[in-house]
């Protein structure tokens, strides 16, 4: 959240007397959003990936438990990381929008919130299963935000 704050100041700072957009690109580079994005489609795909080996070994009778153990493996191990940097985009971008608050901006901080919402819910998104009973309570709100989330900003814009 500090780094979000010193990007927030450094932004104003930079805008008032330079003219310039210094922090804005800093704090996208932070972000990760790409990588954030690829994770959560790694983490569902490999999940799909899994849901269908276990259900051939239901079918077939076969068992593969070194591919399963594998695939939960590598998914625990993204999934892990999706999470630390879901909490690091969204508290640096909750302190940048504190700064930008402060400094008066409410719509725009309304939209810096919203964006941080959306970065959290990613990272649930990524670090929960598909399987039935192992969700959070926090995974179908985490869905329906990453869903209706873009489009209220296209309206709200």
Request: proline content about 3%.
């Amino acid at each position: 959240m500090l780094a979000g704050i010193f990007l927030g100041v450094a932004q104003i700072v930079s805008h008032r007397y330079y003219s310039a957009n210094w922090a804005s690109d800093l704090l996208i580079a932070r972000l990760q959003l790409d990588s954030l994005g690829w994770a959560f489609i790694f983490t569902l795909t490999a999940r799909l990936l899994g849901l269908l080996v276990e259900g051939s070994e239901k079918r077939c009778g076969r068992k593969k438990p070194c591919l399963i153990t594998f695939i939960d493996h590598v998914i625990e191990i993204v999934s892990r990381r999706a999470a630390g940097l879901a909490l690091a985009a969204a508290s640096t971008l909750a302190g940048y929008t504190i700064v930008v608050a402060l400094s008066g901006a409410y719509f725009h901080a309304l939209f810096f919130l919203l964006f941080s919402l959306y970065l959290l819910s990613l990272g649930e998104a990524a670090v929960n299963p598909l399987l039935k009973g192992k969700q959070s309570k926090a995974f179908f709100p985490a869905l329906g935000v990453m869903a209706g989330l873009p489009l209220d900003m296209n309206l709200l814009s």
